[in-house]
Every structure is written in structure tokens, then in C-alpha cells.
């Protein structure tokens, strides 16, 4: 019950009140907030137990910086910047920047959009992103997610504008390939 009569309280009332430092605020803004921001996390790591990791640390950055939020702007974009950068230092202190995948020995058809969406669901495809290796999942997020240009990738991420592009390949080939193992054997199981 409580939960629902946090999510009345305006926004920016859970702000102020975080800027203050009053713990119900801090509460009432983790739980409107944390469903939207632990599916940002989910597609930057490899498990659940991940991604809880950086929710929690970035939460832990929001309420530090709250008082910085300027109050132009969605606050759930600021929210979800922050997310984003807690996902990327968590992958630096890991320091795996280049991991190797053998992709030449795979073919991938042409399926259409349509027979994807319809046959495997958010949480498949979910998954599939994260199987992704590291520094392709990164570069595929931050491009098709948050909408950033090779360029400003290869600036977040210390790495040339070439790579990001080839990651960027590399990933959708490997989501693309994914795609098709699922769903043959979606069409073993039917028959």
C-alpha cells in the first residue's frame, strides 16, 4: 500500500525531498524509478545480479548527486545517464576491451522483422543482448539504445571510431545469428 501512495507524490516533490535528504523521499523515488532504470541495467550486463549491482550503485550516485540535477530535462534521462556510466566503470575495472569471437565460421539468412517479433519474446531477445561479449554489447547499447554517434562511443570508451563500427557489426551479426538458432529450434520444438 505504501508503494502506491508514493507514486501520487509529484516527481518533483521526491526530488526536493531527496535533495534534503529525507530517507521516504530517497524510498519513494527508488521504487518509481527502479523498474525503468533495472531494464537500462539489465541490457549493460550479463545476469540479473549484475545489473542489481549497478542499480544500486547508481542509485547510490543519484541521491549523492541529486542536488546537481538542474531540473531542465526529463529527470529520468538524468537518472538513466547515470545508470549508463555505472554500467560502463563497472565494465572498465573488468578491462576487457577487445575479447576475440570467431565469427567468420557463422552464416546468417535474412529473416524478416516481423517473424522475429512475433516468435521470441523481450525477455529472449533480452538475453541475447546480454550473451553479447562485453565491449559489443556496450557499443550496440550506446548506439541503438542511447542514440549515440560512433564518434562520441569511441571518446566514452577509449577506442577508435573504426572499432566502434566493427563492434557494432559484430554484434548485430552475432544477435542476427542468435536470432536464427532460436528460431529453428522454436520450429523443432513445434514439430
Sequence with gaps: MAEANEKLVPIEQLIDGCIKGNRQSQTGLYNVLMPQMFGVCLRYCNNHEEAEEVLQEGFMKVFEFIHQYKFE?????????????????????????????????AEVADTGHEEIMSKIGTKELLKMVQQLPPAYRLVFNLYVFEGMKHREI??????????SKSNLSDARFLLQKAVKLSLQSTKVNYN
Excluded at 530535462?73 to 576475440?100: D, H, T
Excluded at 571518446?155 to 572499432?163: A, D, R, V, Y
Design 73 to 105: 530535462g526529463a529527470f529520468e534521462g538524468w537518472v538513466r545517464k547515470i545508470m549508463v556510466n555505472c554500467a560502463l566503470q563497472k565494465y572498465r575495472r573488468k578491462r576487457q576491451l577487445r575479447p576475440v569471437v570467431d565469427i567468420d565460421s
Design 154 to 163: 569511441a571518446e566514452l570508451l577509449n577506442i577508435s571510431e573504426g572499432t
